[in-house]
């Protein structure tokens, strides 16, 4: 079965700790990555976009890199109003979402 | 630029009682339409998807079911809701290129419904 796992479920950094977050998956025919962040109350935003091993995307303190089985989202010198949580997801070849349960991000002045 | 509207935003309702979601999107045109569900501290359960006018593919065997009448309206309705039926419900867009796969996806700001 596809499946889409992201750790850790939490993470609590200091202003200006750099750290990285991580997405496993298994999905058969992937045909893409997706990262987004999501604040309390409100729909996803979606951040990136990534198709093959060894493709990076960068957008202002975060990167995001790709390789055959997980991505990374790294997240350098973060600010509290970087604090949210972040999800994952891949899509089929049938354009079929699947999401991970995301890591919670808090960031402390 | 394109926007994704959602409504109601909250939406309090009985059980048995039926449902109707609406969600529109402007500034684009054939896209590709989601409806999911995020149950709390959850990520999200892809519901319906719909590559045009009449195409929906269900992918959770539920009393929930979608339509879509209009290239840029989609609705999600239930004739007799149930209690595991509440969650906060989010309906995106997604921008397609060749082939018709979403390569970037948008989300409304998601409905959040209590069944009591």
């Known amino acids: 079965e596809d499946q889409v796992t992201q750790s850790p479920e939490a993470l609590r950094l200091q202003e200006g700790e750099s750290s990285s977050l991580n997405c496993s998956y298994t999905?058969?025919?992937?045909?893409?990555l997706f990262w987004y962040r999501q604040d309390p109350g409100k729909g996803p935003e979606f951040l990136f976009t990534?198709?093959?091993a060894g493709e990076e995307k960068e957008k202002e303190r975060l990167k995001a890199t790709l390789t055959k089985k997980e991505s990374f989202l790294h997240i350098t010198a973060p600010k509290p109003e970087d604090s949210a949580t972040y999800l994952c997801?891949?899509?089929?070849?049938?354009?079929?979402?699947?999401f991970g349960s995301g890591t919670k991000l808090n960031v402390k002045p | 630029s394109q926007t994704i509207h959602q409504w109601p935003a909250t939406l309090v309702q009985p059980v048995g009682s039926p449902l109707s979601l609406e969600c529109t999107v402007e500034?684009?045109?054939?896209?590709?339409l989601y409806w999911y569900r995020q149950a709390a501290g959850r990520g999200l359960q892809l519901l319906f998807y719909?590559?045009?006018?009449?195409?929906i593919s269900s992918e959770v065997p539920q009393n929930l079911s979608a339509s879509r009448p209009q290239d840029r309206q989609f609705i999600l309705s239930s004739k007799k809701l149930l209690l595991s039926d509440s969650g906060f419900y989010l309906c995106?867009?997604?921008?397609?290129?060749?082939?018709?796969?979403?390569?970037?996806?948008?989300f409304g700001p998601g409905t959040r419904l209590t069944v009591t």
């Open positions: 995106a867009w997604g921008r397609t290129r060749g082939g018709g796969l979403t390569v970037e996806q948008y």
């Open positions: 999905v058969s025919g992937l045909r893409g």
């Open positions: 990534l198709y093959s």
């Open positions: 997801a891949v899509r089929d070849n049938f354009n079929k979402f699947y």
């Open positions: 500034g684009t045109s054939n896209p590709n």
């Open positions: 719909s590559v045009g006018i009449g195409q």
